[in-house]
């Protein structure tokens, strides 16, 4: 059974200071995604990473694959308070079936 | 920018009520998803629907859930008799290739 673990499940973190979230996955998967969601709302896509050593930039936000350790990352640069929200990892699973990680609520504090 | 759109927003339904959660994917769309998100816990995978069948379901989606694709367009979730349980927000999704999914607002339903 594919298993998606995030850490830290929770992260306060001052306005700008850098940090990141750590996305690991059981199974060969070459497909994840990340997501946003703000309280009560539905799920943004922020990036889609396809293959082995994908990187990319949005913003703030950097994500990263690396299919081999199966991890991915998502790298907050320099916060700012816009980016509190929870973030989720995913994987794909048997075709196109996605499984989630439990999220990261990040709250940056001024 | 095409939209997955959900109805009702909210729903409020005695246990065991039977309900329909409705969803019209994006129209070139070939995989449609459900997934229901507890209240501040993780997003659970429900059931996937291509090629007018059900091509994988979890756990969760037991015999008192099924799905639908009557006309084409819509996508429906029915819960047949609910439980406090199934009070979540549900989630629908649909997705065209590698893209990933398009996720709906969602539906909150409360099971009182």
């Known amino acids: 059974e594919l298993k998606v673990e995030q850490n830290p499940l929770f992260l306060s973190m001052q306005e700008g200071k850098n940090y990141t979230i750590y996305c690991n996955y059981s199974?060969?998967?070459?497909?994840l995604y990340w997501y946003r969601q703000d309280p009560g709302k539905s799920l943004e896509s922020l990036f889609v990473?396809?293959?082995?050593?994908a990187v990319k930039q949005e913003g703030r936000l950097m994500a990263s694959l690396d299919t081999k350790a199966r991890l991915s990352t998502l790298h907050i640069t320099a916060a700012v308070h816009d980016l509190s929200a929870t973030y989720f990892c995913?994987?794909?699973?048997?075709?196109?079936?996605?499984?989630f990680g439990a999220g990261t609520r990040l709250t940056v504090k001024p | 920018e095409p939209e997955v759109t959900q109805t009702p927003s909210h729903q409020v339904t005695q246990m065991g009520q039977e309900v329909i959660l409705r969803c019209v994917p994006i129209?070139?769309?070939?995989?449609f998803y459900w997934y229901r998100q507890i209240l501040g816990q993780k997003v659970e995978f429900l059931v996937s629907?291509?090629?007018?069948?059900?091509?994988?379901k979890s756990e969760i989606f037991d015999d008192q859930f099924s799905v639908e694709r009557p006309d084409g367009s819509n996508f429906t979730l029915k819960i047949r008799s609910t439980k406090l349980e199934d009070s979540a927000m549900y989630f629908c999704?649909?997705?065209?290739?590698?893209?990933?999914?398009?996720f709906g607002s969602g539906t909150r339903l409360t099971v009182v």
């Open positions: 995913a994987v794909t699973h048997n075709n196109n079936d996605m499984r």
């Open positions: 199974t060969t998967s070459d497909r």
């Open positions: 990473l396809l293959s082995n050593g």
């Open positions: 129209s070139n769309h070939l995989y």
């Open positions: 629907f291509y090629n007018n069948e059900i091509s994988e």
């Open positions: 999704a649909s997705m065209l290739g590698v893209q990933g999914y398009t």
